[in-house]
């Protein structure tokens, strides 16, 4: 790590996150949780207190007047720029000096900046406590339209935090350089930003690693709280009609249907539907499914808004679409298939989604601070693949698909099947490294492909593409040739790697190179033995008759010395030697010589039917 450390830091609307760099790539800091999003919420309790963050946001509910929520929107403004806001926030605005605005809590006024301030310290302090020392520089993010005065509110905000802030990068920049686009000699990026309660869409163009904005549109008011609002509109719509028009939604029943609502809008972005189940506290419970062409009929015409916004930065910055060489995608929102979609038509192109959209914008800040505090990132920009990547195949082995030192863009497939009758889903799990064994690699993530209709095992043509670009990023594919359900994922293979560690992977591989071949071999011969055993049991369940009794002991005798085998080597010390795997083989064959006369039988069975009651010129 660099003796200077500056933190990035995305101070958002809704959520706010602090990330650093390293020499493997941007880390966002994360509570012992695992959770990255601080809720950009400021809690004034009757005592004194202040609370920020999810402990802030439940007070919103009891103390709507001392909850503090989407200062953003009040920063570096005057009292006449924010009456379309005023209507939003329930806590009181007055005016402030120099045309600013201020909030009134109890008896005291307290600026947006010394708000801001509050949610910095706590980003802040929550990144001293994962690092283990303190932290006094930074970068902050602001979104690109951001003026003068929004900017200079956002530096005050950070002095008043106690924090040097380097610079003020726009959010869209942030984003693209979380991907690494900065290097690129010559590019058009559009970064289309969805979040809670705002989006925006912004179009930059990218020269010798300086990025210029051309231009933003976007709506201050429209976000997933909009898609929530539908959902909710549609609950309460179904409750009155079921219950009755009279019925009255307290303010306690409005935050739990908000809750929920945006719990329901979650799940859609996953699954086809989401359960909806509303106690009305009179031992009445209104129940309803949602499903996901619902959620879209529903909230199209929030995503039209949104496109109708990209084609307005399109005639702003004189562009069309095709011009456009990479779509980012930012926010929560962006995770909604049919937002996903909607901009991959628009654009005619499949936009970036390797990097979590939440935490996007502060991994950008976190590269833009690296490049202040003069942190190489040589490991970020890649023209050969430096280590091979694949999937999990049965038994915990690796299947590779491409090859370490392949040269970027580059693409491959292989058609996998299933091992399970009837087999409704599979699991792909994206791996990167040198060994033979899952174990032994390094784990990019996961994606399950569902829905696929019942079949015997081994029918399935499951096709795995990777594609990388020339950028980098790995799109995964998995798509069942019969029935046409597919899945994908977006990763970002070079990020959290750094030579040392690329090196000892390889390294690795030439050490274990030969136990690494035979632990590889042993999972597939479990694999053929695990087949043989299921055939076996079929041909027995159909055909077991035509076995003589001396054919039946040598079977069964067969049969149990392979499933001994099995268990003896279901979890081995140490890989088998040449020797071992040797006798192995010899026990597999034995038991498929004892069950030739039952195949045999099983297979005269399936042509007498097929062939029965044909004339010989019709086979
Ligand atoms: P942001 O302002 O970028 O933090 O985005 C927050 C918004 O994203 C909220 O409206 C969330 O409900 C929404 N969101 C987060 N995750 C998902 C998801 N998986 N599917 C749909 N919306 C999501």
Redesign the pocket.
Known sequence: MADELILGIDL????SLGAYMTPGGPVVIRDASGNS?VPSVVAFGTDGAVTVGSQARTHAVENPLSTVYSVKRLMGKGLADIREDLKFLPYAIDPGPNDTVAVRIGDGLMSPPQLSAIILREVRSRAEAALGRPIVQAVITVPAYFDDAQRQATRDAGRIAGLNVRRIVNEPTAAALAYGLDRKEDATIAVY??????FDISVLRVSGGVFQVLATNGDTHL???D??MEIINLVTDGIRSQFGQEITFPPATRQALRDLA?AA??R???QQQAPIEIDMGDGRVYRRTLSRQEFEVRCGKWINHTIEHCQMAMADARLTPGNIDQVVM????T??PMVLARVGEFFGRTPYTAIN??EVVAMGAAVQAGILAGMSRDTLLLDVTPLSLGIETLGGAVGKLIMRNSTVPCQASEVFTTYVDGQTSVDIHVLQGERELVADCRSLGKFQLRGLPPMPAGAPRIQVTFLIDANGILSVSARETRSGREASIQITPSHGLNKDQIDGMVKDSYKFARQDMNAHRLIDIRNEAGRILTAIDKALADAGSILSADERTLLDTAVADLKGWLDRTSQPAQPPDDDQLDAFYQIIKAANDAATPLTQAQMDSVLDKTVKGRKLTEL
């Open positions: 958002g609307t809704t959520n999003l930003d969805l979040g809670g309660g705002t976000g997933g709280d898609l929530d945006e809008k979650i859609l972005s996953t930012v926010g929560g929102c995770r909604i959209p939440d």
